[in-house]
Antibody, heavy 117, light 110 residues
Framework: QVQLQESGPRLVESSETMSLTCTVSGYYIRSGYYFGWIRQPPGKGLEWIGAIHHTATAFSSPSLKSRVTISVDTSKNELSLKMNSVTAADTAVYYC??????????WGQGTLVTVSS | QTVVTQEPSFSVSPGGTVTLTCGLS?????????PSWYQQTPGQPPRPLMR???ERSSGVPNRFSGSILGNRAALTITGAQAEDESEYFC??????????FGGGTKLTVL
């Protein structure tokens, strides 16, 4: 059974770079499938940030593309999200999830990242 | 910029039937957009319900069904139960590797 766990700083200063890691267990990323990042500001809806394959093929939301880097480390079975120039609008719960057959079928519990000014 | 639209809220009586829909600000939703649906309760990650328009995820009761109605993707709950009170999100493929969630529908069962 695949499990995903997000980790990283819970508080980031405005204009700085946010870095999150998603550790995957119970499934080898190199086996295939895409893995994605999704965020949810407090009290609001879900936003697709992007997704990456173990081959490092990656896609990002056009609205975030200029600030987001998604990467994968198959040796650690991890994926990462970096977002630069963060503002209060980037305060959200950040989820990583596995994407199989056009659905995010397994999700991490999410981590709340707060951007402080 | 394309926006995925959902009804902000809906209400259904226990045992009743409700259809939530998911559309595009520009154009129609079809099966080729691979609509999927998620259910979320407060404090929890989303739960996958339906992929590729109408394929139920493992463990999802058969009172949930998916379809295309007109130019929108639809999630129908037949015989709603109290435990179905949640927020529901759709996810649509926009092409070029890009996906987008709808704004979500808060469903009340009362």
């Amino acid at each position: 059974q695949v499990q995903l766990q997000e980790s990283g700083p819970r508080l980031v200063e405005s204009s700085e770079t946010m870095s999150l890691t998603c550790t995957v267990s119970g499934y080898y990323i190199r086996s295939g499938y895409y893995f994605g990042w999704i965020r949810q500001p407090p009290g609001k809806g879900l936003e697709w940030i992007g997704a990456i394959h173990h081959t490092a093929t990656a896609f990002s939301s056009p609205s975030l593309k200029s600030r987001v880097t998604i990467s994968v480390d198959t040796s650690k079975n991890e994926l990462s999200l970096k977002m630069n120039s963060v503002t209060a609008a980037d305060t959200a719960v950040y989820y990583c999830a596995r994407f199989v057959g056009n659905i995010f079928d397994s999700w991490g519990q999410g981590t709340l990242v707060t951007v402080s000014s | 910029q394309t926006v995925v639209t959902q009804e902000p809220s809906f209400s259904v009586s226990p045992g009743g039937t409700v259809t939530l829909t998911c559309g595009l600000s520009s154009g129609s939703v079809s099966t080729s957009d691979y609509p999927s649906w998620y259910q979320q309760t407060p404090g929890q990650p989303p739960r996958p319900l339906m992929r590729n328009t109408n394929e139920r995820s493992s463990g999802v009761p058969n009172r949930f069904s998916g379809s295309i109605l007109g130019n929108r993707a639809a999630l129908t709950i037949t015989g709603a139960q109290a435990e179905d009170e949640s927020e529901y999100f759709c996810l649509i493929y926009l092409g070029g590797g890009i996906w987008m969630f709808g704004g979500g529908t808060k469903l009340t069962v009362l």
